[in-house]
């Protein structure tokens, strides 16, 4: 991501330290891909609620909900994870409380990620049979 | 700070929140973070309810058992209201990046946007998640 550091900025050394520019972007792109997932996911929740254990199944059955809410998990977690970055960044200064914070935040997004979406695609692939 | 700073002059650093007057973007800018926070633990719940809802009927009655409870509810709502402003909290932000909105009397309009949208959202979507319930 240096492509986007101007010269000035590297010379200067005050631009963003380490990967600040590739998590900027990112924390936006996903912030844009949340904001259409959201018209799909808030219909969504309100029939699930409404529907119960079967309606349910039966919604995630069809691959095109399934996909949706796998990819609103999984970008909804990556958003978070970026963000709690910057905000334990922010307010922890202590070196190895921050890194331990860090790999924590990493290990429960990415696994909460990876746990919800073989989940969905378990109940996908368990409804052609 | 750092060893990335050595040599580097030193980062700006900005005035403490105590010495600032409480006006409504300073309060949007904190509760845009707040919200971020709660919906980090949002996503943990949905990631729970797949899960559930994988595990078979009984695993799936008592996790929506558990969010149906009044303490559940409080956390769904919760959820619910900082979706919504974190939602027109980003909004604003992008408009930022573009270099728009702002203008003293802009962000401030837009701050209390966010929040008024939040909380019309919010009871809409739940006087239809309790009337779809009741009827």
Known sequence: ?129 | MADATQGARPRPLSPHVQIWRWHVTMAASITNRATGVALYAGWLVFAGWALALSAGADAYQAYTGLLTSPLGLLVLIGVTASLFFHLGAGVRHLAWDLGRGFAKTTASATAWFSYVFALLATILVWVAAFAAHAG
């Open chain 1, 1 to 129: 991501m240096n492509l986007y550091r101007t010269d000035l900025g590297r010379a200067r050394g005050l631009g963003s330290a380490k990967h600040g520019v590739g998590h900027f972007i990112a924390e936006r792109g996903t912030g844009v891909a949340l904001m259409l997932l959201s018209v799909w996911l808030v219909p969504f929740a309100l029939r699930v609620a409404h529907g119960g254990y079967l309606a349910a199944r039966d919604m995630l059955a069809s691959p095109v909900n399934a996909a949706l809410a796998i990819l609103t998990l999984v970008v909804g977690l990556y958003h978070a994870m970026i963000g709690m970055r910057v905000v334990i960044e922010d307010y922890i200064e202590r070196r190895a409380t921050k890194s331990a914070l860090l790999i924590l935040n990493a290990l429960v997004g990415w696994g909460a990620a990876a746990i919800g979406a073989v989940a969905l695609l378990k109940l996908v692939f368990a409804s052609g049979s």
